[in-house]
C-alpha cells in the first residue's frame, strides 16, 4: 500500500468510525418501475388493493361501500408505509420537507354543480394514531374529521384541502385551505371551477421551511394545450407544536351526493432529517463518552493522514492524479474528449474551482444575475483572458440540477452557432458543479418584454425573432443530431451587446437520430410553453419546439407573457385571444401598446401569422422552423389561417385499454440527499385504490376544443 492509498484509507476508515448507524432521509417517488398489487408488504385497512385493468398504479382515492356499493358519503385514505422525521426531540431543530403530486377531480358525465354536495381531496400529515379515517367522515370532513373529534388538538393533524363544496364553515364553493386539528381553515383563497372542469391532471407542490415555519402550497392548474394559472398560499406554524417527531404523509378524499373520481397519478416527497432511534435521546448522556472517545480516534487518525499525506505531495511534486478525476467524470458520463477538444482550441475548458472563485469573487451576491431552479448565476472576470463571464453554480443538493449539468456539458459543449449561448468551460470539485458561460451584457429577452426597463425598437424586436429561429435550424437540421431543446421561452434568450438573440439553458434537451420524429420523456418544461400533444404524451419533437417558437414570436409582438392571470378571460392566455382578434379582423390590436405605432406593418402581420401558424393545436399543421424562417423573410406568401381557433382533435395514439401513465406523469424529483426508494415497488402505500371506469380514463386524458 503506497502512501496515499494509506491516507485515503485512514480517512474512510476515520468516516465509518463517526457514520457506522447513519440512516438517510425519506425519499419516494410514486408511480415506480413496477407494481405488484399482490405484495404481502401492502397494508390494506378497510379498502381494496390491486392495479387498474390498465396495469399501472393509478391511485383511486375512494372505493365503493362494499354493502351498498355506493360512493356516496364516503371517505377514503391512502399514505406512506414508512414515517419521516418531522423535528429533532434532542434539539428543537425541525425538517424542511417537498412533496408534489399530479391529481384529477373528474366528475365526467355528473357534471359538476355547486349545489350538490361532492367532498374533496386534502393531503395530511399526521401520528400514527390518527392514521384511520374517522368514522362519518365523509362529505365535508373530506375523510380528515367527524363532528365529535372536530377541533380536538389530541387529532394531531395538519392538512391542506382542495375543497368541491362550500359548507357552513367554508369560504366558497372551490377553495383552498389550511387545516391545524380542524375542519375551519387557519387560511384559505378561493379558486374556480378550473380545478374540476378540465379534463387533465393538474400539479400541487407542497413545502415546509424548518426555519421560517413556512408551509406553502402552490397548485397550478393545466389545460390540454399546454396553458396553465397557478394559486399560491402560505400559512406559518410551528409543526413540532402541534405534530409528534415522527409522523405518515398521505391523501384522505371524501364524497356527497356527487362522486366524482377522485385521483392521484404520480407523488414525490423528499426530506432532509435522518430519523432518530428509539432511546436516543434517554441514552444521550450517557452515551456522550463514547462520542468523545470516537472524535479523539477520528482527530489521531486524520491527523496522522494529513502528515503522510503532506509528506506524500511534497515528494511527488506534481499534479494529483488524473485517474481520481477521471474517475469522477465517467461517473458523471463525461469523457476525454472534451478535453482534448479544448486541447486543439474547439472546445470548451475546464476550470478549477478556486479560479471560478476567485472570478467572482467569491460568488459574491452584489454579482449575482439571476436565481434558476437549481442554482444562481453570478457574474465574473477572468483576468489572465481579459473576459467576462457568467457562472451558474448548481445547488449542491440538486439532484435533477446534476443532471441538467451532464445535460448541459455533453450538448451545448458540442455546439457551435452564432445564435447559442456559448459554453466556455465547465468544473465539478468536491461536489461543486459549475457552468461557465459568456457574458450577456443584455441579459435575457424576458427583462426587455415586461420588465421594468427600456422596451426593444421594432427592428431589433424582429431581429431577435429570426435569430431564435435561426438557432433552431440549426439545432433541428444542421447538427449531426437532431436536438429537441424542450425549454424555449424568453427568460432562456440571451441578448448580446448588439442585441443578437442567443439561445440557451439546455439542461432538458434531449438528442435524436435525425428522421426518428420524436421521443418520449419525462415531462418537463413551462406551462404556457408547451405543446398540447407534449402534454399528453410526453413526446417532445422538433414540432413541440416549434409550438414554443410560435408562443415566443407572440410575446415579442404583443409586449406580454403568454399567460396573464390578472387579465380578464377573454385576453388571459395570449394565443386565444390573438386567435379571437384575427377572427375579427382585428389582428392588428394585439400590437404592444408602448411601440407607439412605431414598427413595420408587413413585419408585424407576418409575425403574427407565423405565430398563430406555429401554435397551432394540430402538430401536423404546424410549419417546419425552415418555413417560418422563409415566411419571416417574405420568401414565401404567408400562411392561410383558418378564420377560428382551431379544435383540437389530437387523441393519444394508443387504445384506451392500453393507457400508459408511465412516461406522461413520472414525477421529476429534486432530492435534497440519497435516494431511499423502496426496493419492493408496491410497498409504497398502505392502501392502493384502481380506476375502475374505462371512461374515468377517457375523461382523463380526452382534449377538447377551447
Known sequence: MDSQSFCSFLFVFSFYLICFSVASCLEFTYPPASFDPNDANVIVRGSTRGQSEFGEPVIR????????GTRQNASGRVYYHEPFQLWDPRTNMITDFTTSFDFAILFGEQQYNSSVSSGGVALFITSEESLTAPRNSGGGWLGLFNETINGNSSNQIVAVELDTFRNEWDPSNIHIGFDVNSIDSKNSTNWNEDLVSNSTYHRATLS?????????IVVELADIFGQSEALSLTYNVDLSTVLPPKVYIGFSASSGQATPAQLIISWN??????????????????????????????????GVGLIVGILWRNSRRKKPDAKEEDYHDEELGIDDSMDMDFAKGTGPKRFTFKALVSATGNFSEEGKLGQGGFGGVYRGYLAEENTEIAVKKIAS????????YVSEVKTISRLRHRNLVQLIGWSHENANFLLVYEYMPNGSLDTHLYGKGNRLPWPIRYKIVKGLASALLYLHEEWEQCVIHRDVKPSNIMLDSNFNAKLGDFGLAKLLEHGLGSQTTILAGTMGYLAPEYVITSKASKESDVFSFGVVALEVACGRRAVENNKEETKMVLSNWIWELHANGKLLEAVDQTLNGEFNEDEMRCLLSVGLWCTHTDYKLRPSIRQAIQALNFEVPLPILPPQMPMALYFPPVVLNQFDFTNTYEARSQATCSTATTSNPSTLFECFHPISSSEEVS???HTHGC
Open 397 to 404: 443538493n440538486s439532484n435533477q440540477g446534476k443532471k441538467e
Open 269 to 302: 416527497f423528499t426530506s432532509n432529517m435522518s430519523p432518530i432511534e428509539e432511546g436516543d435521546n434517554n441514552n444521550k448522556g450517557f452515551e456522550m463518552w463514547k462520542v468523545w472517545l470516537i472524535i479523539a480516534v477520528v482527530v489521531f487518525f486524520v
Open 61 to 68: 382515492l375512494i372505493d365503493p361501500d362494499p354493502v351498498t
Open 208 to 216: 415546509y421551511n424548518g426555519t421560517s415555519k413556512a408551509l406553502s
Open 699 to 701: 375523461a382523463l386524458v
